[in-house]
């Protein structure tokens, strides 16, 4: 961890120490300083009020604070790039599976406790006589040195279902086992069609998150294996090429593409706004026109293409190589210089045509 960090971490300790309260830095940080992984997101727990450590970081470091509804939540922007979320201790009850939870205030076990899995409930203190110290009271150390996914009771996958989707994510990011009690728990709660009780938007969310991983192939190969992908798209079809691809935009290209004919029925059930769909359609519509593009090919849909058929045929992929104007400088108009431009479009993607002379001769020889 950057030094600069470390002392930002350690001055909201003394903060919290001065304001009489407790804080830790938990979850994914904490899980991530064991392993040796820097992270730049933390999340900071504190038993009590969590306002003055807000006010404290936006005074001291001019932080950007967006505050949320929900149970003295914020997340604090430094400009040093640190981001840290500051959550009040809480319990969590779940009064209907899959519904959001009620909260109250808690310690600081209870709010380990709540968590997903053993991994993910550690906490790191930041109280200046203790900095860095460990807080373990469920075995996070063994689940993170020995590298498994555990949950932390039997009713986990019940109360928050979207944790399926996160067992995966995390086991194949860092190439983790899940533990057979959990495993079991897992199989048990896709049988029993947990996933039903979250909207379509959180599973499609989830998925979404999956291949936000730099290495999504392994977690949606595992996710397929335990039948969770089926919730969101049935048979979804799956190929390790996706883990050379950076954005989710490209992934989704990707996967479109890789699903033939349903290409456009994935996308739709992925329930995403338009502009994240851009580069998907723009490839899922030129395979379906079967013909050139009257506008070229993004050097991204190009990239997509290329990777899900490497030996495509050059001149599949340009763009028609008329233009309106041209085809109207021949005298054609109206409906018939559309319908010319559109046999075109289909003879060049044919390979019939490969350059403009040959494009003006197929018009001249197919006349009116
Ligand atoms: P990442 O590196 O992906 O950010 P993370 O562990 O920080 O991993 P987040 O989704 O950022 O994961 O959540 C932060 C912490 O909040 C987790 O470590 C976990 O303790 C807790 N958490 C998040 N989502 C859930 C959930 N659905 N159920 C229980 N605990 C959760
Ligand atoms: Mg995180």
Redo the contacts with the bound molecule.
């Keep these: 961890m950057k030094q600069i960090h470390k002392r930002i971490l350690k001055e909201i300790g003394l903060k919290a120490r001065e304001s009489d309260l407790k804080a830790w830095a938990?979850?994914?940080?904490a899980?991530?300083t064991l392993i040796g992984k820097n992270?730049e997101?933390i999340?900071i727990c504190v038993e009590g009020d969590t306002s003055p450590l807000i006010k404290f970081c936006a005074e001291k470091y001019g932080a950007d604070v967006v505050r949320f509804n929900d149970f003295a939540t914020a997340r604090v922007n430094l400009s040093c790039g640190l981001k840290l979320?500051f959550v009040r201790c809480r319990a969590e009850v779940y009064d209907k599976p899959g519904a959001l939870p009620k909260v109250r205030p808690a310690g600081l076990k209870e709010d380990?406790f709540?968590?997903?899995?053993t991994a993910?409930?550690l906490a790191l203190s930041i109280m200046p006589d203790e900095f860095f110290k460990e807080y373990d009271f469920f075995n996070s150390e063994e689940a993170v040195l020995k590298g498994y996914i555990k949950v932390l009771h039997d009713k986990?996958f019940l109360?928050?279902p979207?944790?399926l989707f996160?067992a995966v994510?995390?086991a194949a990011?860092f190439n983790w086992s899940i533990e057979t009690s959990t495993e079991r728990l897992m199989r048990e709660a896709v049988e029993k069609g947990y996933v039903n009780f979250i909207s379509r938007q959180r599973a499609a969310h989830e998925f979404i998150?999956i291949l936000a991983e730099s290495r999504p192939y392994q977690a949606l190969k595992c996710a397929a294996e335990y039948k969770l992908v089926d919730f969101v798209f049935t048979g979804l079809k799956l190929n390790p090429k996706i883990n050379n691809l950076k954005t989710i935009e490209e992934k989704l290209a990707y996967l479109s593409l890789l699903q033939g004919e349903r290409g456009f029925e994935f996308l739709d059930s992925l329930l995403l706004p338009k502009k994240d769909t851009a580069l998907a359609l723009e490839t899922l519509k030129w395979r379906k026109s079967k013909a050139a593009p009257s506008k070229p090919l993004s050097k991204n849909a190009l990239r997509i293409i290329r990777l899900y058929k490497p030996d495509i045929e050059g001149f599949k992929l340009k763009p028609l190589l008329l233009s309106a104007a041209d085809l109207n400088e021949l005298g054609y108009e109206g409906p018939a210089l559309g319908a010319k431009l559109k046999a075109l479009a289909k003879a060049q993607y044919a390979g019939k045509i490969k350059t403009r002379r040959a494009a003006f001769l197929y018009v001249k020889k197919t006349g009116f």
């Design positions: 938990v979850g994914g940080f899980r991530d992270t997101d999340d979320d380990l709540r968590r997903d899995f993910n409930a986990s109360d928050d979207t944790r996160r994510r995390f990011r998150k």
